[in-house]
């Protein structure tokens, strides 16, 4: 018997998903195209247009880092773009401890200090061809300087950190640096050069900002001192005349300070109503919050350019605030949580399973004597959708003194209202917050019953940059403003997704909240009104059954979550699912493919298909996941 030809739907390989100019997912069309991009293989990569921003480094930026190395550089060597030159400067730290000849670069250092890695700010220039240019010395960009044979490293810090700059923010600093506006300032700063001396003067003007930062109406409630507008941006009237004036936008970036005040004001549940930004920065701070926490407001929450940059900077702040210490990575998490404990910090005590006997292990641990810094869970996990027994850990963490970090991305606190059992919450907002995956964005909250609370807010007083690009800002508040609306239907499509892959012989698991043997350790922190969230997992019992159900599913299929619209994906290639109508991913091979044994040891099967379910008809859903069954229903003595 043959089976059909897999549609050709939502896009060719490597188009960008959706098709934007800032879009964060690609089109990887087939299970071969996935596996095909893990293995490096020219037909996948050569036509890969976009990809997620921090494995895919945007065109745009890559065309503006070489640009930059071309002018600073020299022939063998590349440059990588941050936001800020903090965050440079922890590239620089990170490439110094893990360079790939540290003999070869300890001889340079020795006689050209500020050759091997170095770091080049770039201003608007003091004096601005254009009068709609704002004079400023603050950085807009700040360039990591390097020998081309260091590149995978580079890479690596990209990739795990977040914190290289947005392709909106690489795209209007383009064009200023190719006009003449943007300029070097001097000295140039290498590795050995300390991060006090980059941000000299009184303690006041010290606040490490980028020109992103915006002055927030809570920044100087989250500050001591704070520095006047004018030291950490552009003034907004003429910054909005040199966006609209020279590169001809039709944003008004003015109305950042108050997207980002609108947008923390979602995350804090005290704007749940689909309201234009007039009306939102106007309601009162005093009105319901969803997240019912003595004493939490919006100023316990801060934004990050994506959403491991903001667990990058959650467990870089914890370590300053509390010492070196180990910290716990409970449950199979994203990859890139766990590498960051791993390799920033004394390391990471992993705990793959997340389960009962595993908090066994750590109280028996502590009961020894070992003292730990943070543990980080997601809640439910992604993508086996397990949830940890949050009260267990909470007794344990205030038991034995330390920190619980959860990241609320998959459930959304629209179903799960789990602060008070953290002590710090975090959140990719690029998912199903903005769910239009055309832009990135991260949150941190502080619990204000923590014992940890002040001691992290003063670390965050000195430690905290707003990185996050003002047009950034702008589209995230704008896609975020029927967030709640949303999370009911989505709810409402993934458990229809479920019911019909539930009846299906084909069928070898299901992996959703509702239907994990982990659902009442959801249920306790699930709101009376919330759903079991929009991601699910499915495998089937051969691996030519997977290949068939991906293949021939009518939906868009590449990395990213919490789109729209529905997103396939397969985990062990190393994407993600994205907000698409009907999407999906075969996540492991994504995610997993160079580790697809240690994957498999905690439950992760290397076939595993993991599924954003979007706004579509619930009906046209239940329809195209029928369709796709079929097609698996048909493979009797076919060999694919």
Not at 158 to 172: D, Y
Request: proline content about 6%; glycine content about 6%.
């Amino acid at each position: 018997m043959m089976i059909p030809t897999p549609p050709a739907i939502h896009g060719e390989l490597g188009q960008a998903i959706p098709d934007t100019p800032h879009a964060v997912s690609v089109s990887l069309p087939s299970w071969k195209a996935n596996v095909g991009y893990e293995e490096g293989e020219e037909w996948v990569l050569s036509k890969m247009k976009n990809g997620y921003p921090r494995f895919f480094i945007h065109t745009g930026i890559q065309a503006f880092a070489e640009a930059v190395a071309r002018k600073y550089g020299d022939s063998d060597e590349q440059a990588m773009l941050f936001p800020s030159t903090a965050a440079a400067t922890r590239c620089l730290d990170f490439l110094a401890r893990n360079t790939t000849h540290k003999s070869a670069a300890i001889q340079s250092l020795a006689t050209r200090p500020n050759d091997y890695l170095r770091i080049v700010d770039l201003i608007l220039q003091n004096e601005a061809p254009s009068p709609n240019i704002t004079n400023t010395s603050k950085t807009i960009i700040s360039a990591v300087i390097f020998p081309r044979n260091e590149a995978k490293h580079a890479k690596t810090f990209w990739q795990h950190s977040g914190e290289g700059v947005s392709s909106r923010r690489a795209e209007f600093c383009f064009k200023a640096f190719e006009e003449g506006y943007l300029t070097s300032r001097n000295p140039v700063m290498s590795e050995n050069t300390p991060l006090d001396r980059m941000c000299k003067g009184p303690r006041r003007y010290q606040r490490k900002a980028s020109l992103g930062q915006t002055d927030e109406p809570a920044a100087a409630s989250r500050a001591e001192d704070s520095s006047p507008a004018s030291s950490v941006s552009l003034d907004r009237q003429d910054y909005a005349q040199f966006v609209e004036e020279r590169f001809g936008r039709n944003l008004d970036i003015s109305l950042a300070a108050n997207a980002k005040l609108a947008v923390r004001r979602r995350i804090a549940g005290s704007l749940t109503a689909d309201i234009d930004l007039p009306e939102a920065v106007i309601m009162p701070r005093e009105g319901t919050i969803i997240r019912k926490v003595q004493g939490f407001s919006e100023d316990d929450i801060y934004l990050y350019p994506c959403g491991m940059n903001s667990i990058f900077n959650t467990h870089r702040i914890i370590l300053k605030a509390r010492g070196p210490l180990k910290s716990i990575s409970f449950g199979f998490p994203y990859i890139d949580t766990l590498k960051i404990l791993e390799k920033w910090g004394p390391g990471c005590l992993f705990y793959g399973h997340g389960s009962s006997a595993d908090l066994d292990d750590l109280e028996n641990r502590c009961k020894r004597g070992e003292k730990f810094l943070a543990l980080f869970c997601e809640f439910p996990g992604n993508p086996l959708l397990k949830s940890p027994d949050l009260r267990r850990i909470r007794k344990l963490a205030d038991q034995y003194d330390f920190a619980v970090v959860v990241d609320e991305t998959i459930g959304n606190f629209m179903n799960v209202h789990i602060l008070p059992a953290a002590d710090v919450v975090v959140s990719s907002l690029t998912k199903v917050f903005s769910g239009d995956s055309n832009v990135m964005g991260g949150s941190s909250i502080l619990n204000p019953r923590s014992r940890y609370y002040h001691q992290l807010r003063r670390t965050m007083t000195d430690e905290y940059e707003d990185n996050c690009w003002p047009e950034d800002a702008i589209y995230l508040e704008r896609n975020s403003r029927d967030f709640v609306s949303r999370i009911e239907r989505i709810n409402k499509n993934a458990e229809t997704i479920c019911q019909v892959l539930k009846a299906s012989p084909y069928v070898k698991e299901i992996y959703y909240p509702k239907y994990s043997p982990t659902r009442p350790f959801y249920d306790e922190f699930r709101h009376p009104t919330g759903g079991y969230g929009g991601l699910l997992s499915v495998t089937f019992h051969t691996t030519a059954e997977a290949v068939a159900f991906f293949d021939f599913l009518e939906v868009a299929k590449g990395p990213s979550l919490g789109t729209n619209f529905t997103l396939w994906y397969s985990p062990a290639i190393r994407f993600s699912d994205i907000r698409l109508i009907g999407s999906s991913s075969p996540y492991v091979i994504l995610a997993h493919y160079n580790e697809l044994d240690w994957a498999a040891q905690f439950g992760v099967e290397a076939d595993l298909i993991r599924i954003s379910v979007g706004l579509e008809d619930t009906e046209e859903l239940r329809g195209k996941c029928k369709r796709a069954l079929a097609v698996v229903a048909r493979l009797d003595n076919v060999v694919l």
